[in-house]
């Protein structure tokens, strides 16, 4: 690690941190009906795996879980360079009526989320969609908030917030990187 | 700004295997969007693509088409097949017309091999070759890799035989360049009439019958064979033709249980391959159908990436 | 009217006629050599051209081109391209009859030769149509137009089909001691191709025209020709297997010569890479084993003229997609250096060769005025630069058309000055 990395959430207190945000998810919900949890990709896609099996310990049920790829739907396509690369969006049922719980591991401007919202919406009308983010760094650029949050977690402009998982990056951790600070 | 195709779709020769594998890793995930109840993304909202199409085709012009409209672009058809408007004059003109009137895409297919090239050297907006005379069709070969790479899960090592009309096909280039560039094996099957007389410079293993080539092959990619060719005298008859090289269902009895069998369409049924054949469980001709769309979704999103003009539009989104 | 006295001084003076190689000065009077080799005080009267470290040698001709007048004067007239083969270095052309309205009678070819005049440059001698209209079914009045002036007969453009014609026209024309010159082209075996059949043709998904459209039309004219006696010129030869039948012909006595022009003798059907229509000619630039056949071929004498096939095309209709552009390359401004850059350079030819092809023998065929510098011929003379490099520049071209495959190629070898009966026609700056 470099000196301008500092750790904000180690393995354990990652774990902690999940459980909660998945009973607070449960308890906003009022129960597991009507449930699904659709993680953005990537990382996204295995916090909500993680949250689920929160879920189906604590609550003995399993909650229907979707991956969402917003590549196509970002607003800042042409002035990312080449085209990045597309992943596997799979939302295995119908959502109309269904609360969908978008799950993210960092929110910052809120562009990915607006994205989501916009190619959720192609898929059918739920009744209630909230956001879970695992890290909350402020800088919004929309007016997007959200329902529940693991951490929040003060950043600059040219910051970088890193959440690392196991199944993707081989440790479980939360990385703040300074090292761009005038 | 570049997009790693570079400018154009011309054709398969010309690409490397990293960017044929692009294409096709980029297009799996776009399948799903034809399966969802709205059938549109917004990637390409505000570009205008034409589809100019000189010669006259159906299926390949809806596929662009849907694959545009589903990528949220305007398009715009112009056929001038059967106008009194000469060949080669033109298209010098047409490509100056688009290219003020400020086209983001252009969509060719033209009897004329070349003709492709000749557009995009003249023009900023990217081109995608549609079939350009008897040269290339790129959409199709990559869409036939994606049919065959979905059933195998890899395409290196496996033996591809492309039977018929050869020396006439565009569709037969494209796969022969991009099964070499994957690394599968390809033959060709046919008289020899129908092939190009340097066929063996091309690296390409060559059955003068049908039967070995079932025999040694685990996918065929049949193509359609068309009346002209028995008119100008390449062949005695299309009646002998089937005879003696049509895939039927008795000939494919040596086949390898798990053989595939392709056809870019239009088949003559009962010419270059039997209805229970094209209907039968070895057929993976409508998945090709359904890749079309999504590998031509894919080339749009990837080339866009090097146009400008987009940005432009983008800015002003949502 | 007579020119000045011209005295050309200092130059290496080559005539592979007489055999003159060597440093000297060149006098013409009253339009005619006068002499030529040795070290000459200039009269008072004469104009001097001072040619230290250039070639003087007797006048090129170049006895197959197009200028495409009448009927297309839009994209070359006679006088636009009489003017371009001067500025080549060519002091004569022979036009082949192609025209529209065909040059098929004594009529026309008296056009062809009062426009020629008018243009004082290059001389241009009309060669009349073997058919009416070129269409290959009657003959054309031959001693007609060779009594107009017509220099030989030709159906070039098209071959002539049918074999019994051929004969004929061999047998005819030996009453007017004229050469027949056929494009050697088997239209069923060459129908629709736009390029050489190969491999790139294979790859670039272009009709091929196969190397025996060509070979089996040269060996029926040379057998038309062992039968009749006649003079069969074989127009613009392209392949190896052409040249073994010369060869073949040629060792029997049978009266049968050959052209060959630059472009086959210095690019392959490689040049086509990319559509560029620029590379696209009747007959079809080939492989490079044709390519070598035929240089040495020329070196050899199988070959026995060095021609252009100059076929000027308007820049809309080259600018098409390959199949729908026309046939044709130009080629009198670029001939002399194209020559020199893959002939003489590289060693397979000497400058005596090359002007011997380029100039004695033209005449000797097709019994033209010039090609040596023997006291009284006709005062025609190139001199040149064999060692002068210069870019291509098809804007620059005197020519009407801009359709070459050399655009921006740096070639050795340029015309300096070229005179005609005498005159100067043309003097590079």
Not at chain 2, 31 to 36: C, N, P
């Amino acid at each position: 690690m470099s000196p301008s990395q500092s750790v904000v959430l180690t393995a354990r207190a990652l774990e902690r941190t999940l459980s909660r945000m998945a009973d607070e998810i449960v308890e906003q919900n009022d129960g597991t009906e009507g449930l699904i949890l659709v993680g953005i990709q990537r990382r996204g896609v295995q916090v909500a795996q993680r949250l689920a099996a929160v879920i189906a310990t604590r609550e003995g049920v399993e909650v229907p879980r979707g991956a969402l790829d917003i590549t196509l739907y970002r607003d800042d396509l042409q002035t990312v360079g080449p085209r990045p690369v597309v992943g596997r969006t799979e939302i295995p049922l119908t959502i109309d009526g269904m609360t969908v719980v978008i799950v993210d591991d960092v929110l910052f401007t809120g562009r990915t989320v607006r994205a989501a919202l916009n190619e959720l919406a192609d898929f059918g009308r739920p009744s209630r969609v909230r956001l879970a983010v695992v890290i909350d760094r402020g800088g919004r650029e929309l007016p997007i908030q959200p329902d529940v949050v693991g951490k929040h977690v003060e950043a600059e402009r040219g910051d970088r917030v890193d959440v690392f998982v196991q199944e993707i990056d081989g440790r479980d951790e939360v990385i703040l990187d300074t090292g761009k600070r005038a | 700004m570049t997009s790693p195709l570079g400018k154009d779709l011309l054709g398969l020769e010309r690409l490397t295997a990293e960017q044929i594998t692009l294409i096709l890793d980029t297009a799996e995930p776009l399948k799903e969007i034809s399966e969802r109840a709205i059938k549109k993304v917004p990637t390409l909202r505000g570009a205008t693509i034409v589809n100019l199409f000189f010669e006259a085709s159906t299926r390949t012009r809806i596929s662009f088409e849907f694959a545009e409209k589903r990528m949220s672009a305007d398009t715009v058809n112009v056929a001038t097949a059967g106008s009194s408007v000469t060949k080669g004059e033109t298209l010098v003109d047409t490509a100056r017309n688009l290219e003020a009137m400020k086209i983001d895409m252009v969509v060719i297919r033209h009897g004329s091999s070349g003709a492709a090239q000749f557009l995009a050297d003249r023009i900023e907006s990217n081109v995608i070759n549609a079939g350009d005379g008897t040269h290339e069709h790129p959409t199709q070969g990559l869409l036939d890799l994606l049919t065959l790479r979905q059933r195998w899960g890899t395409l290196k090592g496996k033996k591809v035989c492309i039977c018929g009309d050869v020396l006439h096909s565009r569709v037969a280039r494209s796969n022969i360049w991009g099964l070499q560039k994957m690394g599968a094996q390809v033959a060709v099957c046919g008289p020899r009439s129908l092939l190009p007389n340097a066929i063996s410079e091309m690296g390409v293993t060559v059955f003068d019958r049908i039967e070995p080539a079932i025999e040694w092959a685990d996918a065929l990619n049949v193509l359609r064979l068309q009346l002209e060719r028995m008119q100008a005298g390449y062949i005695p008859s299309l009646r002998e033709y089937n005879r003696v090289f049509g895939v039927t269902s008795e000939r494919l009895k040596r086949a390898r249980e798990d053989i595939l069998i392709l056809h870019p369409g239009p088949m003559n049924r009962g010419v270059e391959i039997d209805s229970d054949v094209a209907d039968g469980p070895h057929s993976v001709i409508l998945d090709q159908v359904t890749n079309g769309v999504a590998v031509r979704m894919a080339v749009l999103y990837l080339l866009s990436g090097n146009s400008p003009r987009l940005a432009e539009a983008a800015a002003g989104g949502t | 009217m007579s020119a000045r006295d011209l005295l050309l001084k200092g130059g290496r003076v080559i005539d592979p006629s007489t055999g003159i190689d060597k440093v000297g000065d060149v006098l013409l009077r009253n339009g005619k050599i006068e002499s030529a080799g040795e070290k000459i005080s200039a009269p008072d009267s004469a104009e001097v051209i001072d040619c230290s470290g250039l070639v003087v040698s007797p006048g090129f001709i170049d006895v197959h081109c197009h200028l495409r007048e009448p009927g297309r004067e839009d994209v070359e007239t006679i006088a636009t391209g009489a003017r371009a083969a001067a500025a080549g270095g060519l002091t004569a052309v022979c036009a082949m009859p192609n025209t529209d309205p065909v040059t098929d009678n004594q009529a026309a070819v008296g056009f062809v030769l009062k426009q020629g005049r008018a243009a004082d440059a290059a001389r241009v001698y009309p060669i009349g149509a073997i058919s009416i209209g070129q269409k290959g079914e009657r003959l054309a009045e031959f001693g007609e137009m060779v009594g107009a002036g017509a220099v030989a007969v030709s159906d070039d453009g098209k071959p002539v089909v049918s074999s019994q014609l051929m004969r004929t026209a061999l047998e005819y024309a030996r009453a007017f001691n004229i050469p027949v010159a056929d494009h050697c082209e088997d239209p069923t075996l060459a129908d629709g191709g736009q390029m050489n059949e190969g491999i790139v043709s294979a790859r670039l998904g272009l009709r091929g025209i196969p190397n025996e459209a060509e070979e089996i039309m040269a060996i029926r004219d040379i057998l038309l020709a062992r039968r009749t006696g006649g003079h069969v010129h074989l127009c613009h030869m392209s392949t190896k297997g052409s040249v073994e039948l010369i060869r073949w012909g040629k060792d029997r006595g049978i009266r049968v010569t050959a052209e060959a022009c630059p472009h086959h003798l210095s690019l392959t059907e490689d040049a086509v890479e990319g559509y560029d229509t620029h590379a696209k000619m009747n007959p079809p630039l080939r492989t490079m084993a044709d390519v070598e056949a035929l240089r040495e071929a020329v070196r050899d004498g199988t070959i026995d003229v060095l021609a252009t096939d100059h076929a000027p095309h308007h820049y809309d209709e080259k600018a098409r997609a390959f199949a729908d552009a026309p046939n044709g390359i130009v080629g009198l401004e670029t001939c002399l250096a194209v020559n020199i850059t893959w002939l003489v350079k590289p060693g397979i030819l000497s400058l005596a060769v090359l002007i011997d092809k380029m100039s004695c023998a033209p005449a000797k065929l097709f019994g033209l005025p010039g090609g040596t510098f023997a006291r009284g011929a006709i005062g025609d003379v190139t001199v040149f630069d064999p060692t002068r490099e210069w870019r291509v520049d098809p804007a620059a071209f005197l020519t009407k058309g801009r359709n070459t495959p050399y655009t921006g190629q740096t070639l050795t070898g340029r015309a300096v000055a070229t005179v005609v009966e005498g005159r100067v026609v043309f003097r590079a700056k």
